[in-house]
């Protein structure tokens, strides 16, 4: 745990008490703060009594004795309209942060040369990240991941100068971090998201281009979206703003590292550094979506202070990435097909990614409950489809979207549509057929969460594959 002494001696507001809530309780508590946590859910509100946190209505509280307000990153800070103790401390004028900024604030009073990797875009950072850490971990190095991926950033061990932190940030998170300083800031991409939570994709892509501008070293930043090649331009304008090193899987750059058919080859001043990292073969990695994410890990981790100590090792490293669960993970394996679960595509953007990394054959299980837009922008993809399997609430909206140019299967439940496209693609003729869990949806209609639609394919599949003996 980092104990976060910067609000020594003063007391402080905590709302929202989550798995990140309450270990910014905690972390504050142990740096010598007094804490007054609130939250809205009763539930919440025991958990965090039984952790032992001091609970205090913030409702009727005397704000005039805060320091500071840490909030939760998913309890709104601006739209659709600040959340009321973000109102309760603008009135009482105290700053609203969250636990990332504690972060910084600690590293910046204990060990500010620290190196930090922070990762964010509207698509990839999962990956991105889990992979920089992976890469760094493989190589020897002492590594710390978290933030909007696994473990809360409080609960990591403290910033030292021998420890390098990869943290994924959402930009809810950035917008509570006015300190982020990372050593080694990545932007992947932008496209308009979370529009409910920032007004309009300008609020949205300001809030990323942040964690970026205020990078202490580099900036590492995808070039393929407009917003992002604005980005890089902009900073590299400006001296005294970090070095930019730009990433693309559509075209060579100068200065960064673009992909040519799932090879990474780096340019510094328009040198070409050699050898190539070939991605061929890396199941993992597979698609141009993760050809981005591993240019990015990739480029962070070479730019970091002692990054060209990382270059020796990097091909194998990346050959060992075991990817990330609920993302294109790899299943099982039933004679010619194999099953995939990609039950973290919650949306058709998402899904996009999954069938574009597949040539074709793909028996593709979707639905659930579905998001706006349904899978009209998927059009593309239909002939790599040999059929579909749909479930949830998105049966018909689905069905209606695929027509006549796809055949498809009215399933209901996840269960019945493993079984029918696990036969179908097995009675199959041809090689590298794909049995895909990538819903396009949300999972609440039959589901907790994606985690847990994710887990049922997996224990299907392993039921079905131990009946039909296989491995």
């Known amino acids: 745990m980092i104990r976060v002494t910067t609000f020594k001696d003063r007391r402080v507001a905590v709302f929202g008490l989550g798995a990140s809530g309450l270990a910014t309780v905690c972390a504050l508590e142990a740096g010598g703060a007094t804490v007054a946590a609130w939250d809205d859910s009763e539930a919440g509100r025991r958990a965090a009594a039984e952790a032992g946190a001091t609970l205090v209505d913030l409702a009727v509280a005397d704000w005039s004795d805060f320091a500071a307000l840490v909030l939760a990153p998913g309890v709104p800070l601006t739209h ?12 009482a004028g105290i700053e609203v942060i969250g636990d990332i900024e504690l972060f910084f604030r600690e590293r910046a009073a204990t060990c500010a040369s620290a190196p930090v990797i922070a990762i964010t875009g509207t698509n990839g950072k999962s990956t991105t990240t889990a992979l920089a850490a992976h890469i760094l971990s493989e190589l020897g190095a002492d590594v710390q991941m978290g933030g909007n991926i696994g473990r809360a950033v409080l609960t990591l061990e403290p910033p030292a100068a021998d420890r390098i932190h990869v943290l994924e940030l959402s930009s809810f998170q950035i917008d509570l971090a006015p300190g982020a300083s990372p050593t080694v800031a990545v932007l992947l991409n932008i496209t308009p998201d979370h529009i409910d939570r920032h007004g309009t994709v300008e609020n949205y892509a300001a809030v990323k281009r942040r964690l970026v501008e205020m990078a202490q070293g580099t900036a590492v930043i995808g070039i393929d979206d407009d917003w992002c090649a604005g980005i890089a331009g902009d900073l590299a304008k400006h001296a005294g703003w970090p070095a930019v090193r730009r990433i693309s899987v559509e075209e060579p750059v100068a200065d960064g590292i673009y992909s040519l058919d799932g090879t990474l080859h780096e340019r510094a001043h328009g040198h070409e550094h050699e050898p190539p990292l070939s991605l061929d073969g890396i199941a993992t990695l597979r698609g141009r979506h993760n050809w981005q994410n591993a240019a990015a890990a990739v480029a962070a981790v070479t730019a970091l202070p002692d990054g060209d100590t990382y270059r020796v090792g990097l091909a194998a490293a990346l050959r060992t990435f075991p990817g990330l669960p609920h993302r294109l993970e790899i299943v099982r394996r039933l004679g010619p097909v194999e099953f995939i679960n990609d039950s973290k595509a919650t949306n058709a953007d998402s899904t ?78 041809g090689a590298n057929r794909v049995v895909l869990l990538s819903p396009a949806c949300a999972s609440y209609d039959q589901f907790k969460n994606f985690e847990v639609r994710g887990d049922a394919f997996k224990r299907l599949v392993a039921d079905l594959v131990a009946e039909r003996g296989g491995p």
């Not at 659709?80 to 009135?91: I, M, R, Y």
């Open 352 to 429: 996009e990614k999954a069938l574009a990394s597949f040539p074709g054959a793909i028996y593709w299980i979707a639905g659930g409950k579905p998001k706006a837009g349904g899978i009209a922008m998927l059009t593309p993809y239909f002939p790599r489809i040999a059929k579909a399997y749909l479930i949830g609430e998105a049966t018909e909206e689905f069905a209606a979207t695929l027509g006549d140019a796809v055949p498809f299967e009215r399933c209901g439940t996840l269960d019945v549509a493993v079984d029918r496209a696990a036969a179908d693609a097995i009675a199959a003729d």
């Open 80 to 91: 659709p309209e600040p959340h009321w103790t973000v109102a309760k401390a603008n009135a």
